[in-house]
């Protein structure tokens, strides 16, 4: 790790452009050399081809998990390093990655780290989700979300309203593929494992589960809510005829009916520093 290009977001999670300006700081005194930075989404990601020009190494990458999973997808071709570092609510790249979430101890393990390992993901055409996929009604609590996370009250009250009635007034979404899923469910949640999917899905009837089913929307941690029914398997796709709202690490996309959702396998290209890894 020498020649670096930092791909911040400093609206995500727990980032900022004092803490962006910091890590810079830390580079320089390591003796790392910034070729560029990107302030996503108001400049673009850069090009696989235009980091190898300027003979990047490593992409460092401090955001939240959507801003990664927008990076990653970008650069999927790119034959380079990345160096993802807690920038965001969840952080679970992060904590998979490492056994430290202070960014400064992971750029100063990270320096001389030659261990690099793949990554599982949930794939569905040209779409990627490294932390996980979110199918069914429930999708809508992301407007409330962001409405959330930008402090606009007004809008998360009506967004909440309308992520309410579709989760717990639809008829919620049906799945194939997956041993023992035969209900309609108000959320499945897919998470990527080492060549398969570990599905989750959720029946939210009772009081104590619309409660945390909501709340955990809104704080970011999809993964807590209450799951009924768990299965594993290699392959799905939502039944029906319509295209279906998906979330990808947090991010929206429509997916076309009946596309398939699988299991995928990055390349070795991430930078772990955590010893059992090694």
């Known amino acids: 790790m020498e020649k670096l290009w930092f791909i911040t977001n400093p609206g995500s999670g727990s980032t900022n452009?004092?803490?962006c300006d910091a890590l810079e700081a830390v580079f320089e005194?390591?003796?790392l050399s910034l070729v560029g930075r990107t302030e996503f989404p108001a400049e673009e990601i850069?090009?696989?081809a235009a980091l190898t020009r300027k003979k990047v190494d490593t992409v460092v990458l401090f955001a939240g998990d959507g801003t990664i999973n927008a990076a990653?997808?970008?650069l999927a071709t790119w034959k380079g390093s990345f160096l993802i570092l807690p920038g965001g609510t969840m952080n679970l790249l992060a904590k998979k990655l490492h056994a430290t979430l202070d960014p400064k101890e992971i750029i100063h393990l990270a320096q001389d780290e030659e261990t690099r390992i793949a990554l599982p993901y949930v794939k569905a055409g040209e779409h990627r989700g490294f932390v996980g996929l979110i199918l069914g009604p429930?999708?809508?609590?992301?407007r409330a979300r962001e409405a959330?996370?930008?402090g606009a009250i007004k809008k998360l009250f009506v967004a909440a309203h309308v992520a309410w009635n579709r989760t717990f007034g639809g008829s919620g979404i049906r799945i194939d593929g997956v041993p023992g899923l035969k209900q309609r469910y108000q959320a499945v949640f897919v998470r990527p494992e080492e060549g398969e999917l570990h599905v989750a899905a959720v029946d939210a009837r009772d009081w104590g589960s619309i409660v945390q089913l909501g709340w955990e929307s809104l704080t970011g941690?999809?993964?807590a809510a209450r799951a009924v029914s768990e299965s594993l398997t290699d392959r799905l796709s939502a039944k029906g005829n319509k295209p279906v709202l998906a979330l990808f690490d947090g991010e929206p996309v429509?997916?076309?009916p009946g596309r398939a959702i699988e299991a995928g396998m990055s390349r070795k290209a991430f930078i772990a520093t955590r010893e059992d890894l090694g």
């Open 148 to 150: 959330a996370r930008k």
């Open 254 to 256: 429509s997916l076309d």
């Open 46 to 48: 850069p090009k696989g």
């Open 17 to 19: 452009k004092a803490k």
């Open 72 to 74: 990653l997808s970008a």
């Open 29 to 31: 005194e390591r003796g």
């Open 221 to 223: 941690d999809w993964v």
């Open 138 to 142: 429930a999708t809508a609590w992301f």
